[in-house]
């Protein structure tokens, strides 16, 4: 009776331990929250009522279509599409030569001059070239210091012909701008070779700068171009400029063109395949593909309509998707698309939504996975109480 007594009891406490760890099934493994965890953490009750932590957006053939027009940045936008100017100006920094012929001999510049200075010729003298320095001047011997900075080179050839009118015979003066290095653009990235390129007086196209430049090393669709002028920047990918070329502008001088090597991913976690890190490995991707290079929902683990896609949208796009969010006031919302895959219509919809960069793909444990782990840990609980009980059988 006594060893009965003492079995009934142990058994009585294992069963009541066990029940009370299992009414607490947080502390169960598991990869992330079920599908109705994520639902009801969207708000959170506080003093002042409810807090809205992100929107849940059931991704429907609608929300794909009002996703199609999420703006996007544009260099056309940004900087317009202004050719410039066909005659360009001296700017500082510039390397100036001028070469001055005469139309008799004995004149100032007709005889040999000196090797260090000149390039003597019957007629003709050429003046080494010159730093536009901060003044914006630059030397001519017995003309002085001739101002050229936001002058044209025409402009500066008569104004030394004039200066030299009635000291040489008969002047006639070319001006070469021989580097434009206020007309240059410089490129920068490790996507290209780092350089600084001068504008031609035709005008320059972006790609025809990245050309002459080098070209870009890292593949197209891991490339970002991002254009500086001024206090404007924006940056757009590369693929963007080569399919559409009203983005292709033309350039201005000064202008910082850097070539950003991003490689496009998606994270993949919860009960898919695989739970990792995937490169797009193309020119954007669908959910669908995603879903696919992830190894897709795992049979026994999944729950097909706990399917989430976790991603920052700006606040334009999620008052087209809900014009009454409280969470427009911040430039970035939060937003949880959602999308059941029991449904057949979700196959057609997953091809036609677009995968973003840095998108997080969740999908949740079913229900019943959750049963097993419950009943699992049961079954290690109480196994000594069916040990105990098999020992007290065959000891009887």
């Known amino acids: 009776m006594v060893r009965k007594a003492a079995l ?3 058994t009585a406490g294992l069963v009541a331990g066990s029940s009370g760890f299992l009414a607490g099934c947080s502390v169960l493994p598991a990869a992330g929250p079920t599908a109705r965890a994520v639902v009801a953490g969207a708000e959170v009750e506080t003093s002042d009522g409810l807090f809205a932590r992100y929107e849940i957006i059931d991704i429907t053939p609608a929300v794909v279509e009002a996703l199609r027009t999420r703006p996007l940045d544009s260099l056309l936008a940004s900087f317009g599409d202004h050719r410039p100017s066909v005659e360009p100006v001296i700017g500082v920094g510039d390397s100036v030569a001028v070469s001055i012929w005469e139309a008799g001999s004995g004149g100032l510049f007709s005889g040999p001059l000196v090797a260090d200075r000149f390039s003597a010729g019957s007629k003709s003298a050429l003046i080494p070239e ?6 914006g001047a630059i030397s001519v011997p017995y003309a002085g210091r001739i101002q050229v900075l936001g002058r044209r080179p025409q402009d500066v050839q008569a104004l030394i012909e ?3 009118a009635g000291k040489a015979i008969q002047p006639q003066v070319l001006v070469t701008v021989a580097k434009p290095v206020s007309q240059a653009v410089t490129v920068t990235g490790e996507g290209a070779a780092g350089a600084r390129i001068p504008l031609s007086t035709r005008g320059d196209r972006l790609l025809d700068i990245i050309a002459t430049a080098g070209g870009v090393r890292s593949a197209v669709n891991e490339t970002f171009v991002r254009l500086s002028r001024g206090q ?6 590369l693929t963007t400029i080569v399919s559409n070329p009203r983005e292709n502008i033309y350039l201005r001088p ?3 063109l850097t070539l950003v090597r991003d490689p496009q991913t998606f994270l993949a976690v919860g009960a898919l395949g695989s739970a990792t890190e995937v490169p797009f490995g193309a020119d954007g991707i669908t959910l669908a593909q995603a879903l696919a290079k992830s190894r897709g929902l795992s049979d026994f683990q999944a729950d097909p309509e706990g399917t989430f896609v976790f991603r920052f949208e700006p606040a334009a796009v999620v008052r087209k998707l809900n014009p009454g969010s409280r969470l427009l006031a911040t430039p970035l919302v939060p937003v949880v698309y959602r999308i059941n895959m029991r449904d057949p219509n979700s196959l057609f919809t997953t091809q036609a939504f677009r995968m973003r960069n840095r998108d997080l793909i969740y999908v949740s444990n079913a229900p019943f996975t959750e049963l097993q782990k419950v009943l699992g840990v049961f079954s290690t609980v109480t196994g000594p109480v069916s040990s ?3 020992i007290y059988a065959y000891s009887r």
């Open 8 to 10: 009934a009891a142990l």
């Open 130 to 135: 010159q730093t536009v320095t901060r003044d």
């Open 162 to 164: 004039n200066e030299l």
């Open 232 to 237: 404007t920047t924006a940056t757009v990918p």
């Open 254 to 256: 000064g202008d910082t």
């Open 388 to 390: 105990a009980a098999a």
